[in-house]
């Protein structure tokens, strides 16, 4: 639970650990006073006070902070840029639910304010150590181009997921074909096929928000940013059309495995079908011979090999029907 702060002056140094007192000044200042970026972390009570005592921000957008967003939006104030982004947690990749992460990013004429609350961000952890090697290309450009990076960071966490979701569902596929399908195989698709459907409830939507941000005027952003936006919708299509394969592949999968469960159900029916064939003849034959009239009326009743005849007989009646499916190519 921690606040940390990153300042690069006009004279292009650095600092860190920032007081209350201090980032307001440079807020003041402007853009000639440098570049202030400030992440919040599992930030406390008295911590999140300081969204409206320094930066300012609109009730909703505090609001928007300290509460779970399920989906991605972005808001102008005019004084600044509000952007709520969703990312997924790797932690929870192929479990039951696949869980999420949010980022809430604001931007001002010389300010970047992160928030996230669900635990460490990639995207943030990589812009932090840029910025401890080169502080200068992180933070020398403005507060646009360090938005551009976070935004553009979380979108390329994507991949890795997705790269694991399509070994996993190359790995159901493959024991789908084999013919085996087990409990275990289908619970697994099933898994696969909850994490795409919620990575596509989070993509979508990213996508058309970034549609949003670069078809609609946002002064803040300037054209020179713009053109770096471009690439990150570029990403979000090819996310969003992996995740459509995906979903094709799962819903094949599937159906492969219907269909493998529907053959081997099948092959099972076969085998009952057969032993019944087989014990028909001999339960008609001893149903026969077990009616309640008198012995004269049965025939090979007093014969004495009159047992070993019947049930002789219906030991090649059953073989004889065994040969008759083997020629039929049944069995």
Not at 44 to 56: G, K, M, P, W
Not at 178 to 188: D, L, V
Not at 255 to 262: G, I, K, R, V
Request: charged share 20%.
């Amino acid at each position: 639970m921690a606040v940390h702060s990153y300042y690069l002056d006009s004279d292009r140094r650095l600092a860190t650990g920032l007081d209350a007192e201090r980032m307001c000044e440079v807020i003041t200042r402007g853009p000639s006073a440098g570049t202030l970026w400030v992440d919040f972390d599992n930030p406390t009570a008295e911590e999140i006070d300081l969204l409206d005592e320094v930066f300012a921000l609109h009730p909703l957008t505090i609001e928007d902070c300290t509460n779970f967003n399920k989906y991605p939006k972005v808001e102008d104030f005019g004084r600044y840029l509000f952007m709520v982004l969703l990312a997924p947690n790797p932690a929870t990749l192929l479990n039951d639910e696949l869980a999420a992460v949010e980022l809430d990013v604001c931007m001002g004429a010389n300010w970047v304010m992160t928030y996230h609350t669900g635990g460490e961000l990639a995207c943030v952890t990589r812009a932090v150590g840029a910025l401890r090697r080169n502080s200068a290309n992180v933070l020398g450009k403005g507060p646009a181009f360090l938005y551009h990076r976070l935004i553009d960071g979380l979108v390329d966490d994507y991949f890795p997921l997705l790269d694991v979701l399509d070994r996993e569902t190359e790995a159901v596929e493959d024991s789908f074909l084999g013919g085996h399908p087990s409990h275990e195989s289908f619970a697994r698709i099933m898994a696969l096929k909850r994490n795409v459907l919620h990575l596509r409830r989070i993509v979508l939507p990213h996508r058309e928000m970034i549609g949003r941000v670069l078809h609609e005027d946002y002064p803040l952003l300037g054209e020179g940013v713009l053109a770096y936006f471009r690439d990150v919708a570029d990403h979000l299509a090819r996310i969003a059309d992996q995740i459509e394969l995906n979903r094709e592949t799962i819903y094949e999968a599937s159906q492969m495995y219907n269909s493998a469960l529907a053959q081997r159900t099948n092959e099972i029916m076969r085998v009952f079908t057969v032993v019944a064939a087989m014990m028909m003849f001999p339960t008609v034959i001893a149903s026969i011979w077990g009616m309640n009239f008198e012995p004269k009326y049965s025939p090979l009743y007093y014969h004495p090999w009159g047992f070993y005849l019947v049930v002789g007989i219906m030991a090649l009646l059953a073989v004889g029907l065994i040969w008759f499916f083997r020629r039929k190519k049944w069995v």
